[in-house]
């Protein structure tokens, strides 16, 4: 039984991971932006202020996800320079306790 929950529990969070990822995100955002600027341009087609309205809202909302996956890369981007310079400085410590004995 615990090993059955445990690969659920390690699923779910797999499936958490890959539905919030950045490309996710982008992914999400890029329609978004596509559905909103086709109900703009069919609203203003028609008159129909509303769906244009509509649109620009949805258009914007996409910009926004986009963005979100943008900086979560970027963030990831940070973590890993920053593990690979703690690493780096790991070695070199290293390096000068072995020349000291």
Do not use: F, N, P
């Amino acid at each position: 039984m615990d090993d059955k929950d445990d690969v659920h529990g390690r699923a779910h969070e797999a499936a958490h991971e890959a539905a919030h990822s950045a490309t996710a995100d982008k992914t999400k955002g890029h329609i978004k932006e596509t559905v909103g600027k086709v109900k703009e341009k069919v609203g203003d087609a028609i008159g129909d202020d509303e769906l244009a309205a509509k649109g620009t809202a949805q258009r914007m909302e996409g910009k926004k996800d986009r963005a979100k996956g943008e900086i979560k890369d970027a963030v990831d981007d940070v973590k890993t320079k920053i593990k690979g310079g703690a690493e780096a400085v790991k070695e070199k410590i290293e390096e000068a306790r072995d020349r000291k004995k």
